[in-house]
């Protein structure tokens, strides 16, 4: 049975990443917080030591989020191809339609590690590296599997596929348009088939 402590934690968690992910840590107050959850200042910090805490937590709940949707979608596919395919439409789609409102948090929390809230940045760098490492696992089992060439070097592969993706992400964003992500996914795809067996 969940705590009313945990209840709680994951109501601010759920509240609150609309605002961090759309706002930045610098752009959104405590004040935004509790207006976000109807809960007092002194309440949020009853469950979460300070505004940094909350932004840490709030990031892996909304990477455990983004992860959420991408498993249901592959759940039901077999073969690495397939799951990498599947992975790829869901980033076409996600570009402008996030889980979480705001965007992509990996990108957004990793243009606030990089420039000012440090505390951010291990979190996130091991976020990406979750996210590099899941893709080239299933480009490992591909080759496995026998679906894709044996001399591929699947840990390159899966740093392509994702700085493009996320690179994709940004100028999308930026013009409003996915265009740029219809590019790089028609991109992603011819490798995929030129790497096939």
């Known amino acids: 049975m969940i705590s009313k402590a945990s209840r ?7 509240k609150t990443a609309p605002l961090f992910n759309t706002k930045g840590y610098a752009g959104t107050s405590m004040l935004d917080l509790a207006a976000a959850t109807g809960l007092t ?42 799951k990498l395919k599947i992975l790829c439409d869901f980033y076409g789609q996600y570009v402008l339609h996030s889980p979480i409102p705001g965007g992509c948090p990996m990108i957004n929390n ?7 809230q440090l505390f951010l940045k291990k979190t996130v760098s091991g976020e990406i590296k979750r996210t ?10 591909g080759k496995k599997c026998g679906e894709f060439k044996p001399d591929i070097n699947a840990g390159e592969l899966a740093q392509t596929f994702f700085c493009a993706i996320e690179g994709a992400i940004v100028m ?5 348009s996915n265009a740029p992500m219809r590019a790089v996914l028609k991109h992603c795809n011819l490798i995929l088939e030129q790497i096939s067996i």
Do not use: C, P, W
Not at 8 to 14: A, C, D, G, H, P
Not at 46 to 69: P, T, W
């Open 8 to 14: 709680t934690r994951e109501f601010i968690l759920e």
């Open 41 to 82: 200042k002194g309440a949020i910090y009853g469950n979460f030591e300070s505004k940094e805490a909350i932004a840490l937590e709030v990031f892996k709940y909304s990477m455990e989020r983004v992860r959420q949707v991408t498993r249901e979608k592959m759940a039901a596919e077999q073969s690495a191809k397939g």
């Open 110 to 116: 990793a243009v606030e590690a990089d420039d000012a």
């Open 132 to 141: 590099v490492d899941f893709i080239a696992s299933l480009i490992s089992e």
């Open 172 to 176: 999308s964003r930026v013009s409003s």
